[in-house]
């Protein structure tokens, strides 16, 4: 089992619908969640951190823990064309200072 | 502000040789960390410095090596090119240790041949 978890996609939304966007995670002992977006040939860029069980908001951008479920999501509301990138959820492991991350989910919002 | 700059951008070594990958922080940032990032995958970890000190280690051969300079700016060196190195190398940096999240440089594309 791998110890972050993506679906490579690619994920398919229309302009203005919601994307989700998924994570599962192996360490139960893992605290922090993030979500990367990374355009093709461009390095990645963080999009927001998560700690607490439940939801934050961010603009359109929405992340959702279930730590007893080891699951991480991102749900992009109103969804743009310039959405369209690679999402990578990264977990920061309990007691070292590594990111691990997921491969990747490939979304494609299509105007 | 300058965001995380990494030198060089571009390169290409053969098999066997040595390479210096150089990376400077955002400025009060204290935390350098390198990551490996294949195509279609997502990155690896490397290493990670805090305050000049290595604080963690990924599953790379001793051919990887890195250390902090005290300004905070950074080397990865690898030794012993295999072509199988051949990645985006990307270095990120955080005030802290991570916990916030780190900003990633622009990356250096190693090419092995």
């Known amino acids: 089992q791998k110890e972050v978890e993506q679906n490579s996609g690619p994920l398919s939304v229309p302009e203005g619908a919601i994307a989700s966007l998924n994570c599962t995670y192996s360490d139960r002992g893992s605290q922090s969640f993030f979500w990367y977006r990374q355009y093709s040939g461009k390095s990645p860029e963080l999009i927001m951190f998560i700690y607490s069980n439940g939801d934050k908001e961010d603009g359109r951008f929405t992340a959702q823990l279930n730590k007893a479920s080891q699951y991480v999501s991102l749900l992009i509301r109103d969804s743009q064309p310039s959405d369209s990138a690679t999402y990578l959820c990264?977990?920061?492991?309990?007691?070292?200072?590594?990111?691990?991350f997921g491969t990747g989910t490939r979304l494609k919002v299509l105007a | 502000d300058a965001g995380v700059t990494q030198s060089p951008t571009h390169l290409i070594k053969t098999r066997g040789q040595q390479v210096t990958l150089r990376c400077s922080p955002i400025?009060?940032?204290?935390?350098v960390s390198w990551y490996q990032q294949v195509l279609g995958q997502g990155p690896q970890f490397i290493f990670q410095?805090?305050?000049?000190?290595?604080?963690g280690r990924g599953n790379f051969p001793d051919r990887f090596s890195a250390r902090q300079f005290p300004n905070y700016s950074s080397e990865l060196n690898v030794n012993a090119l295999l072509l199988g190195d051949s990645a985006l190398y990307l270095c990120?940096?955080?005030f802290g240790t991570g916990g916030n999240g780190y900003t990633f440089g622009s990356g250096t594309r190693l090419t092995v041949v």
């Open positions: 990264a977990v920061l492991t309990s007691g070292t200072y590594k990111y691990i």
């Open positions: 400025s009060g940032h204290k935390s």
């Open positions: 990120a940096s955080s």
């Open positions: 410095y805090y305050e000049k000190e290595e604080r």
